[in-house]
């Protein structure tokens, strides 16, 4: 009786262990893109396919003052100007949920 007992305890932590496993198994994903050619539109959310409404997104010049303070939208979305100087896109979903783009790559 006490082997049964010792398998199921494996067994269920194994289980969860592999459902905590999952759970985090989702990375930030961040694309940003020209609308036209004055306005930046950028899309975030996760690997997973679920959205990001709310989650911070910040456009930064390279000294670190913060041109665009914003959220992204219900639909996961921020559009903004273009800035005239270099910049870059902060998605910040939380430690470990950042990702950065350069204005270079916003085409």
């Known amino acids: ?8 305890a494996v067994a269920a932590a ?5 459902a905590a496993t999952a759970a985090h198994a989702h990375y930030p994903v961040c694309e940003c893109r020209m609308a ?3 306005t930046v539109v950028c899309t975030g959310g ?16 390279y000294d670190e003052q913060v041109l665009v303070k ?11 100007p273009r800035p005239a100087q270099d910049f870059y896109v902060l998605f910040d979903a939380g430690p470990g949920h950042t990702v950065e783009i350069e204005h270079s790559a916003i085409k």
């Open 46 to 61: 996760f690997s997973d396919g679920s959205k990001a409404p709310g989650v911070v997104l910040d456009v930064i010049a």
């Open 14 to 18: 194994l289980s969860a262990l592999c």
């Open 36 to 38: 036209d050619g004055q």
């Open 1 to 8: 009786m006490t082997a049964r007992i010792h398998v199921l």
């Open 70 to 80: 914003g959220r992204l939208g219900e639909d996961s979305t921020l559009s903004f």
